[in-house]
């Protein structure tokens, strides 16, 4: 079985995080986002794996090269202009051969992809989409099945009068030959919004395959710091950081001793932590220079940043090259674009 991840989405979301840096390569737990994915998929078997890009592509084949340090074989296809996520489907078309996966490549999930595939097999299904429970399903596009699983309805952003479901699209989907014969080439197009609608409303069999385990779609960076806390507590079934830690460090830190670490954190690589500074519930990337008795809490902090002496930052999240100056503040909700002076 060959999958298709797609990777080539603007990931405005997520900015400044991702204004240097594609989301597939954004470090969860100090890997590259992609890594789980691919290895989600490696673990079930799926090992011919097609990486659609369009922005930001060059990081993510520099760093995987042709996959084998994972176990698989990666082909790299650039769309000229983006496609949408059918789109680009579409568009590496020529590379497919037989029923296959598409994935969200923003994703975090304990999908079971063999119980998944096995599913669609069984049900003869042209689609099936995994769904996931939401608290609140009404910021979502949700999916309306009957009792055997086959998807009846699709209501975008509902109102509260409609919500039947907190079931919605988690981003993974097992697709026939046939689906890539209904979307148009050379166009934007949405599988969501267009593809899916299109099946149901032509009769096609497209089923959902309900999922209860772990799941998270780290578009935001409200949702990127919550995968940390979940990931650093144990809650994926299939990952885990290897030790009951609340609080992991890269390599070449210099952290003081004087400085608490309250989990859960992440310290990338070659990052400096001065005297007495409190470092709570973040996420820092690499190369990160914080000085004393600074204050770090809820907050991600990318590469290369330099946080001044007796400086805080609560709920911000700082791209790149960001500097703190020393006794300056950076507060709830801010987000400083990369190298930016801030304080
Ligand atoms: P936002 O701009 O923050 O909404 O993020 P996004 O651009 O990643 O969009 P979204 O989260 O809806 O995309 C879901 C997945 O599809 C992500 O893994 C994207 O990288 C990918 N994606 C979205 N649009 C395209 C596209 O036009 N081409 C390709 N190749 N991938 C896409």
Redesign the pocket.
């Given at each position: 079985m060959q999958a298709v991840?797609?990777?080539?989405?603007?990931?405005?979301?997520?900015?400044p995080l991702?204004a240097n840096t594609?989301?597939?390569m954004v470090p969860v737990l100090n890997r590259p986002f992609l890594e789980y994915v691919i290895q989600n998929l490696s673990r079930h078997g799926v090992t011919e794996i097609v990486l659609?890009?369009?922005?930001l592509a060059g990081p993510i084949e520099s760093y995987l090269g042709d996959g084998s340090q994972l176990g698989v074989r990666l082909t790299y296809v650039i769309?000229e202009e983006?496609?949408?996520?059918a789109?680009?489907i579409k568009?590496v078309e020529r590379y497919l051969d037989g029923t296959f996966l598409a994935?969200?490549?923003?994703?975090f999930s304990d999908l079971d992809i063999t119980e998944m595939v096995r599913f669609h097999k069984e049900q003869n299904a042209v689609a099936t989409i995994a769904l996931v429970p939401v608290e609140d399903p009404t910021a979502y596009g949700l999916i309306e099945t009957d009792l055997t699983g086959r998807v009846q309805r699709f209501l975008e952003k509902p109102d509260p009068s409609e919500i039947t479901t907190n079931m919605i699209n988690a981003?993974t989907y097992v697709l026939e030959p046939e689906v890539l014969t209904q979307i148009p080439s050379e166009k934007?197009v949405s599988i969501e919004r267009e593809t899916f609608p299109m099946l149901v409303s032509s009769g096609r069999p497209v089923y959902s395959f309900p999922s209860s385990g772990y799941w998270m779609?780290a578009?935001?960076p409200e949702k990127y710091l919550q995968l940390h806390r979940d990931l650093l507590s144990g809650k994926s079934t299939w990952y885990t950081p290897g030790v009951d830690v609340e609080v992991l460090i890269g390599e070449g830190c210099n952290i003081d001793p004087t400085a608490p670490l309250i989990g859960p954190v992440l310290i990338g690589a070659g990052c400096t932590i001065g005297e007495d500074s409190v470092i709570e519930d973040s996420v820092i990337w690499h190369g990160v220079q914080v000085g004393s008795r600074v204050r770090v809490k809820s907050s991600v902090v990318a590469n290369n940043c330099t946080l001044g002496d007796d400086s805080t930052v609560e709920g911000g999240v700082l791209g790149d090259h960001v500097t703190v100056v020393a006794g300056g503040r950076v507060g709830l909700g801010s987000q400083v674009e990369s190298g930016e002076t801030v304080g």
């Open positions: 991840i797609l990777v080539g989405g603007q990931a405005t979301r997520l900015h991702t594609p989301k597939a659609a890009q369009h922005h769309e983006a496609r949408g996520t789109g680009a568009n994935l969200n490549g923003d994703i981003g934007q779609d578009g935001t």
